[in-house]
C-alpha cells in the first residue's frame, strides 16, 4: 500500500460547502492526485478537548456547528461511514506514545471535516473519524500527537488537519474581493509560514507567537492553526513541505493547502 502524504487543509468559512469556487476546485484536484485512502482521519479545529481523543462512531452525524447562515447550508449533509477500528488503532497508537486519549462514541462530523471532504470526496464513501484538537496545549504537543500517528499513513489512512493558516473572525470584510488582504499582516504572516515549511525550520514554527510577524492578529486564539502541527507531525522528523493550493478569502482567511511528504 503506498504511503499517503499528510495534508493540512485552510477550511474556510461553512459556505463554501453551498459555492467553493476556485478552493473547492483545488480541493477536488488533490483528492484525485492522491491514491485512494483506506480511511480518513480528521485533526479539525472545531473539535476541542483537553486531551486527545478519537471518535469511534460507525455512522457519523453532519454537525451544523455554526449560525446565522442562509437556511440551505443548514440542510446539507454529508454522511460517509465511521471507522471505529482504525479509530480504535489511533488510539492505541497515541496510548503507545505516552499520551492519554479519550474515546468518543457518538461524535459525528463538524463542519472543519465536511465541508472540505464534501468537495475532495463527493461519494462520502470513505470512512471517516475525527482526532481533537486541545487548545490549552502548544504546538509541540500536536507535533507530539501528529508524530504518534505517523504509522497510519503506511496502512491507507489519510491524516488531515483541518484549520486555518490565517484566522480572525473579527477582521475579515465577508464581501472582499478573492486574494484581497485588507490587512497587510495576513499575506505577511502567510508567507513566513510558507518560508519556514519550506526549509523546515520547525523550530522557528514551534515559536510562531514571537517569531512570525502579525501572529497575534492572524490567530487571537490558536486553535485554527494547531491542526498544522499534527499534519506535520505525521510526516515524520523528516517531513517535506509542498504547498498544494494558496489563496485568500473574505479579505483575511488565507485558505492555503500543504502536504507533508
Known amino acids: 500500500m503506498s504511503r499517503l502524504p499528510s495534508l493540512f487543509i485552510s477550511h474556510g468559512s461553512p459556505m463554501l460547502a453551498l459555492d467553493a469556487g476556485p478552493t473547492g476546485a ?34 457519523p452525524a453532519t454537525i451544523h456547528d455554526f449560525h446565522g447562515f442562509p437556511e440551505p447550508l443548514f440542510q446539507l449533509q454529508y454522511t460517509p461511514p465511521g471507522a ?52 490549552r496545549e502548544h504546538p509541540a504537543h500536536h507535533l507530539r500527537v501528529g508524530h504518534a500517528l505517523a504509522a497510519l499513513r503506511d496502512e491507507g489512512v489519510l491524516i488531515i488537519g483541518s484549520g486555518s493558516i490565517t484566522h480572525n473572525l473579527r477582521e475579515l470584510e465577508w464581501d472582499a474581493p478573492a486574494d484581497t488582504a485588507i490587512n497587510e499582516y495576513v499575506p505577511a504572516f502567510q508567507h513566513w ?30 486553535e485554527h492553526y494547531l491542526p498544522l502541527y499534527v499534519a506535520l507531525g505525521a510526516a515524520g522528523p523528516d517531513a517535506k513541505a509542498e504547498r498544494l493550493h494558496t489563496g485568500l478569502t473574505n479579505g483575511g482567511l488565507a485558505m492555503d493547502v500543504y502536504a507533508f511528504h
Do not use: C
Open 193 to 222: 509560514v510558507y518560508d519556514k515549511l519550506l526549509v523546515g525550520d520547525q523550530a522557528a514554527l514551534l515559536d510562531y507567537r514571537k517569531q512570525a510577524p502579525g501572529a497575534q492578529r492572524a490567530h487571537p486564539t490558536d
Open 84 to 135: 471505529p477500528a482504525v479509530a480504535e488503532r489511533a488510539a492505541a497508537l497515541l496510548a503507545a506514545a505516552g499520551l492519554q486519549v479519550g474515546i468518543d462514541p457518538g461524535r459525528g462530523l463538524d463542519h472543519g471535516a465536511w465541508v472540505p471532504l464534501k468537495n475532495m470526496y463527493p461519494a462520502a464513501d470513505i470512512p471517516v473519524f475525527q482526532l481533537a484538537i486541545q487548545p
Open 26 to 59: 483545488a480541493w477536488a484536484r488533490i483528492a484525485q492526485s492522491l491514491p485512494r485512502p483506506r480511511a480518513i482521519l480528521v485533526a479539525s479545529a472545531h473539535w476541542l478537548t483537553s486531551l486527545p481523543a478519537v471518535s469511534t462512531t460507525a455512522s
